[in-house]
């Protein structure tokens, strides 16, 4: 069984600060991880994908994978109200169909 | 960037009837699909994987014979939720595998709330 494992939260920021997501999986064979946005009633919108060790930056956003701990991380930086929402990881092992976690809500109050 | 619609994006029905949801990919081919369903402050649940010209993969636990999946064009697939039941109320939504740069990467519809009375 495929696990990913979020905290669910909420994680509550202040306007401008950095917000992390940590997001940990179980099956070491996974090869691809990805991160979405979801605000409330609405689908998700992919905001990073990532595929190797390290960050990757993209804005105001950075990701950060570490296959050996199994853990990928997202980080966003000046963190906006319009940031707050749940954030889903989703970890995929190959077959195209990825594990989602149940998504952390974030809070960046004014 | 690649994008999915589905239609529609309400729907409130009487029990006992069916309900058809369309997902699209408009810019790009997608052989494969998924469909998940969302109870309210719950994670996606993947109900079914559709792939084009044959018959879709069902998770565990979801009745193949209730809701019908077909997958007739590399741009559309389609969800029927038969006999719908208050229990089947719940926000459904779609996605197309497309490629982003060498790597295939899920792209999600707006999803369809379903309303059953």
């Known amino acids: 069984q495929k696990e990913v494992e979020q905290n669910s939260g909420p994680l509550s920021v202040p306007e401008g600060a950095i917000a992390s997501l940590n997001c940990t999986y179980s099956?070491?064979?996974?090869?691809?991880f990805f991160w979405y946005r979801q605000y409330s009633g609405k689908s998700p919108e992919l905001i990073m994908s990532?595929?190797?060790?390290g960050d990757k930056e993209d804005g105001r956003f950075t990701a950060q994978l570490n296959k050996a701990s199994q853990y990928v991380s997202l980080l966003i930086r000046d963190s906006q109200p319009s940031d707050s929402a749940t954030y889903l990881c989703a970890v995929e092992g190959g077959s195209y169909i990825p594990t989602f976690g149940r998504g952390t809500s974030l809070i960046v109050h004014p | 960037g690649a994008v999915v619609s589905q239609h529609p994006s309400r729907v409130i029905c009487k029990s006992g009837t069916s309900v058809k949801i369309e997902c699209r990919s408009l810019d790009f081919q997608a052989t494969t699909m998924f469909w998940y369903r969302q109870f309210p402050k719950k994670s996606l649940m993947l109900m079914a994987t559709?792939?084009?010209?044959?018959?879709?993969?069902?998770e565990q636990g979801v009745e193949k014979d209730k809701f019908l999946i077909n997958h007739a064009s590399l741009t559309l697939s389609t969800l029927t939720v038969t006999s719908a039941h208050p229990e089947d109320s719940s926000f459904y939504i779609c996605s197309a595998l497309g490629t982003s740069g060498s790597a295939d990467t899920q792209y999600f519809g707006p999803g369809t709330r379903l309303t059953v009375l």
């Open positions: 559709s792939n084009e010209g044959s018959k879709a993969t069902y």
């Open positions: 099956d070491r064979g996974s090869q691809s």
């Open positions: 990532i595929y190797s060790n």
